[in-house]
């Protein structure tokens, strides 16, 4: 089952990803069913799964399962990227390619999920971790740091930031902080708290704002204990769990 697993997942990432240029995508996004790159992408799909699975005619059908189905699935995300914002499309076209393998692995090589497993101690633990280093973590941080809030003339001047492109880099930071944390690898975290320093340099060396040095510098020592106080709980009790 594995090793039918990895071949199709292979000839997926081949097909969707390695050999599909960006001019096959805008192609098939202006021509829609018209567009011949939207058949080439199928063929490719195709002729990769032929070669992986060794040519094997017991797996024909199921290439022509996936096959058809990619077609279908593709098509569909064609007709709707007019109407739904893109990254939706593509996750939900991923999700419907990646769920047409599961059940076409399950029909040649029947396996099942242990519900209790994906519902034991450690996994909930986890879940409880990455929830509470990112969501919650985040919100406990603008609660504290509201307390000193800068104006907007009090940042730095002439300088646009993506929306709420901070939240998302303190969340990534922080799963960065707990993972190594969890891999035992403490060194990596001042690796990661000097690298953060140098690209911070800039905006404060042209701020000189002591305000603003002041604000980023809590905010980042927040998050990294947060980070930490997250990871030592969640070690110490996987600890317990396991024992």
Not at 81 to 110: G, K, M, Y
Request: hydrophobic share 55%.
């Amino acid at each position: 089952m594995i090793i039918l697993s990895l071949k199709l997942l292979l000839a997926h990432l081949i097909g969707d990803f390695l050999l599909q240029p960006n001019h096959w995508v805008k192609d098939k996004e202006t021509k829609q069913h018209k567009s011949k790159y939207l058949y080439w992408h199928i063929a490719i799909h195709a002729a990769t799964l032929l070669v992986l699975l060794s040519f094997n005619r017991s797996y024909l059908f199921a290439i022509t399962i996936i096959v058809s189905s990619h077609y279908l699935i593709d098509l569909t995300k064609i007709k709707l990227s007019t109407l739904l914002n893109a990254r939706v499309l593509f996750f939900a076209d991923q999700t419907l390619h990646l769920l047409v393998l599961a059940l076409v692995i399950h029909w040649q090589e029947p396996y099942s999920i242990d519900i209790n497993k994906l519902l034991s101690e450690e996994v909930l633990l986890l879940a409880v971790a990455l929830l509470t280093v990112t969501i919650v973590t985040s919100v406990i941080m603008k609660i504290i740091i509201a307390k000193w809030q800068l104006d907007e003339a009090e940042t730095i001047p002439n300088q646009q930031s993506l929306d709420q492109a901070g939240k998302y880099i303190g969340m990534l930071e922080r799963l960065f902080v707990f993972g190594f944390i969890v891999a035992n690898q403490w060194q990596a975290i001042g690796f990661l708290l000097a690298a953060k320093s140098v690209f911070r340099f800039g905006d404060l060396s042209k701020s000189k704002d002591r305000k603003l040095t002041e604000y980023i510098l809590i905010g980042t020592l927040l998050s990294f204990g947060f980070a930490m106080l997250t990871g030592l709980c969640y070690n110490y009790l996987r600890a317990l769990i396991l024992s």
